[in-house]
């Protein structure tokens, strides 16, 4: 609530710094986190609780998800300067790992259509972006070395598709399975690529492996649950225990950054904005495609 409450008036003293923001390719995806957080924290509430709350108040938070992706997903399909072949980056997965988990929402409370249309948009747009991900077209801008930490979303809208298509269907069948083996590949393809998140500091950023590993986890455990062979339920074991140990040292981490060392925010360069669009010369613009594979220039 008091981040809520502070966004608020940062979009009523500095709305030109926010609209900045929303043109970003990297932070313009973060407008769905709270959302999001919102729809997991309806999901957590106490059945006690759940009982006597309507379902149509937990649903509530898929609104500015469906707004958002309205002018979001109209700008990929009509193109222009914020075409999805200019902007996609793996923080668009958060694009649309937010009709996954609204679509989760939606079917636990038994709105199954309603769960069944934000599953069907999440996968259309999930396809496309995973194409033009694969592509790596030279309009698409490439995260700095800082923000690496953000390739680990790949695994999270298969394994979110996976357990939400579970819980519209009632079981874990071949199209849960197939989404669930699609984020476990990525998840192997990670982490035989350790050298892409080494050498660059603490940051926030960090924060992007939880989610994807809490979410493959927990879809592991559905497929153990529903498979019940000793290699599935070691999987399920070890994937949880990772997740668990990450989440903790990212907190202690963050902590210590934050209240002892200060050094919370050390790559606020890699996604800043400025105040004012900037004028490149030709041959900063030739300096800046040849280093292409290391900085973000957005204006």
């Avoid at 497929?223 to 989440?247: D, E, M, W």
Wanted: include cysteine; charge should be positive; proline fraction near 5%.
């Amino acid at each position: 609530i008091s981040i809520f409450i502070t966004y608020l008036l940062k979009c009523f003293f500095y709305f030109e710094a926010v609209k900045r923001e929303y043109q970003h390719p990297v932070r313009m995806n973060f407008f769905f986190a709270p959302w999001i957080a919102c729809m997991f924290l309806a999901l957590g509430l106490p059945p006690v609780v759940e009982a006597s709350i309507h379902p149509a108040f937990s649903c509530l938070f898929m609104v500015p998800v469906i707004i958002l992706e309205l002018k979001i997903y109209g700008q990929w399909l009509l193109g222009g300067d914020r075409r999805l072949s200019k902007m996609a980056n793996p923080s668009t997965h958060l694009a649309v790992v937010g009709n996954f988990i609204g679509s989760f929402l939606a079917a636990t409370v038994g709105w199954n259509e309603l769960a069944l249309f934000f599953w069907a948009v999440g996968l259309a747009h999930y396809l496309v972006l995973l194409v033009t991900l694969y592509q790596r077209l030279p309009t698409t801008e490439l995260l700095p070395k800082d923000l690496h930490p953000i390739f680990f979303l790949f695994i999270a809208a298969p394994n979110a598709a996976s357990t939400a298509w579970e819980t519209i269907v009632g079981d874990f069948d071949s199209v849960s399975r197939i989404l669930f083996f699609l984020g476990l590949f990525f998840y192997s393809c990670l982490v035989v690529r350790l050298n892409l998140f080494r050498g660059f500091r603490f940051s926030v950023a960090w924060w992007a492996y939880t989610y994807p590993m809490s979410a493959s986890a927990n879809a592991t455990i559905h497929y153990c649950n529903k498979v019940r062979h000793p290699f599935a339920q070691g999987l399920a074991v070890l994937l949880s225990l990772i997740s668990v140990i990450t989440v903790f040292s990212l907190l202690v981490s963050s902590l210590l950054h934050a209240f002892l060392w200060g050094t919370l925010f050390p790559n606020d360069v890699a996604i800043a904005i400025t105040a004012m669009p900037c004028k490149t010369s030709q041959s900063e613009k030739a300096d800046t495609g040849s280093n292409n594979s290391e900085t973000v220039v957005i204006v």
